[in-house]
């Protein structure tokens, strides 16, 4: 099984900074890779896939990065709505895993 | 607009069995394969299992493979998780989700998500 370690666990930004999130695969995954956002009470969100492709209607501030076994997802400047967990997850073989996950919050 | 609307979840008893359902709209739901993916209280993300678009090939985690059986019922566009042998760590939020990809080109990630249905498992 592939483990997904997503860092750091909690990330504090102010409004309008960037945030660099990062995702480490155990072994490599080539690029099958994609990110969710997720909110409090809400589903998840796909945001990124094939580690550099965004997801329809999301937004240009949000890009993806990497291959093998690193990967980043960065968000040029963070707004109220992007406060949230994000998660990385792999589809590179049986079974599908996903990292812990990052919580961006409001510094 | 993509919707899928899961129901079914409930309180059981350790041992017990439960069938949650998602109902989807919006999209040719016999085009697409599908994905249960659960949450337990404050925890992250845990695939449970694929079902292909045909229901012709079916994955499962090895926590609940033998316990826990998908399929699909194309004609109503209804996609089914029957859970039996129910123990406490399958407490969770159980989201379906369409899923990309299928037996030739390899599953892949979630598009779209439910909003949940609620299993808990406790004496």
């Known amino acids: 099984e592939i483990v997904m370690t997503q860092s750091p666990a909690t990330l504090s930004v102010s409004p309008g900074e960037r945030a660099t999130l990062s995702c480490r695969a155990s072994q490599s995954v080539s690029s099958n890779l994609a990110w969710y956002q997720q909110k409090p009470g809400q589903a998840p969100r796909l945001l990124i896939y094939d580690a550099s492709t965004r997801a329809t209607d999301i937004p240009a501030r949000f890009s993806g990065s990497g291959s093998g076994t690193e990967f980043t997802l960065t968000i040029s400047s963070l707004q109220s709505e992007d406060f949230a967990v994000y998660y990385c997850q792999h589809y590179n073989n049986w079974p599908l895993t996903f990292g812990g996950g990052t919580k961006v919050e409001i510094k | 607009e993509v919707q899928l609307l899961e129901s079914g979840g409930g309180l059981l008893q350790p041992g017990g069995s439960l069938r949650v359902s998602c109902a989807a709209s919006g999209f040719t739901f016999s085009s697409y394969a599908m994905s249960w993916v659960r949450q337990a209280p404050g925890k992250g993300l845990d695939w449970v299992s694929t079902?292909?678009?045909?229901?012709?090939?079916?994955y499962y985690a090895d926590s609940v493979k033998g316990r826990f059986t998908i399929s699909r019922d194309n004609s109503k566009n209804t996609l089914y998780l029957q859970m039996n042998s129910l123990r406490a760590e399958d407490t969770a939020i159980y989201y379906c989700?369409?899923?990309?990809?299928?037996?030739?080109?390899?599953?892949?990630?979630?598009?779209?998500w439910g909003q949940g249905t609620q299993v808990t498992v406790s004496s």
């Open positions: 079902i292909s678009d045909s229901g012709g090939s079916t």
């Open positions: 989700a369409s899923t990309r990809g299928g037996d030739n080109s390899g599953y892949k990630w979630f598009d779209s």
